[in-house]
């Protein structure tokens, strides 16, 4: 039973726009959230993190919302670059265990 | 700056084969995990180790087994390889509790 899901497979965007990527979870006992991004035959890359004590992080371009009620985390891009272009993973985490989303790949269009 | 080094990155094994996956940071990481990553998925948990000298089973350690070799290893074992376990494998460490993970490159495994 898949605990994290990323329900968008894949979203593309013009450049400079906003890039907005969503989150559902199931398990109350997550208390940490972080998003990966991953380019081909490289390991995922940490992007950005989230305590479940918080409802926003910040990190230049990058801001992760978390709604704790809905069981829902968002990621914003903004603005969108060509660099960007990934496979972007919702993670989870309860007990030093990860759990991770099926991932949505980005494509940012000039 | 090496952060989490896997080896080999990529391996053909024959079905019955058995294989150790190598795994080893140098960021003085305490605790270590193995996952795989298979098409359409997000990678799975198979075993961690939160501490040197603990190991754990994580969302799908069957037919695997792993050794916490020192503070900076951390292997994987496939005792009789099958073509389910075909995938990409990532090792990953982390500090603390609630601290972002950090991968290796992955390891690519086929078996036929």
């Known amino acids: 039973d898949q605990q994290v899901k990323q329900n968008s497979p894949s979203l593309s965007v013009q450049e400079g726009r906003i890039s907005i990527l969503n989150c559902d979870y199931t398990n109350s006992m997550f208390d940490y959230f972080l998003w990966y991004k991953k380019y081909p035959a490289e390991g995922p890359t940490f992007l950005i993190s989230?305590?479940?004590?918080?409802d926003k992080n910040e990190d230049g371009r990058f801001t992760v919302f978390l709604n704790k009620s809905a069981k829902h985390l968002s990621l914003h891009i903004v603005p969108s670059q060509p660099g960007d272009s990934a496979v972007y993973f919702c993670a989870a985490m309860s007990d030093y265990k990860l759990s991770f989303g099926a991932g949505t790949t980005v494509t940012v269009r000039a | 700056n090496a952060g989490v080094t896997q080896t080999p990155k990529f391996q053909v094994l024959k079905t019955g084969q058995s294989m150790t996956l190598q795994c080893a940071q140098d960021?003085?990481?305490?605790?270590m995990y193995w996952y795989r990553q298979d098409p359409g998925m997000g990678l799975r948990l198979i075993y961690y180790?939160?501490?040197?000298?603990?190991?754990d089973k994580g969302e799908v350690p069957n037919g695997y087994n792993v050794s916490r070799l020192n503070k900076r290893e951390f292997s994987l074992r496939l005792e009789s390889a099958a073509p389910s376990q075909t995938s990409v494998y990532f090792c990953?460490?982390?500090?603390?509790?609630?601290?972002?993970?950090?991968f290796g490159d992955g390891t690519r495994l086929s078996i036929l």
């Open positions: 989230i305590s479940s004590i918080k």
């Open positions: 990953a460490s982390s500090d603390l509790r609630n601290q972002p993970q950090h």
């Open positions: 180790s939160a501490s040197e000298g603990t190991t």
């Open positions: 960021m003085n990481h305490n605790s």
